[in-house]
């Protein structure tokens, strides 16, 4: 709904301009989520080395816990990553019909024309 609501808005203020500024905005964003996806693998790695170590039942808790924290955040940067996905395969598309001059006359409704 989110995403909807940014293709809307940038495309009712500015065009297909703001739809490629809202994804260049997400893009600029994309390392961050990335970087914070790579979370849930290192907590899972350490929980099996808790695990296979010998440590303490309470260690290996700890890291269940940051392991549920490294999925959700996993999780998140997926979304992230396809929904910014969706909006540069927008402004890509935008930016064929502008320049091939077929603005009025593509329908992504009716494929076979196209």
Known sequence: ICLCVTVWVAFETTGMYGVALAALGMLSNLPIALAIDGY????????G??????CPHWVRKRTDLLDAAGNTTAAIGKGFAIGSAALVSLALFGAFVTRTGQAGMVNILSPLPF
Do not use: F, Q, V
């Open 40 to 47: 849930g693998p290192i907590s899972d790695n350490a929980g």
């Open 49 to 54: 080395i808790a695990e296979m170590s010998g």
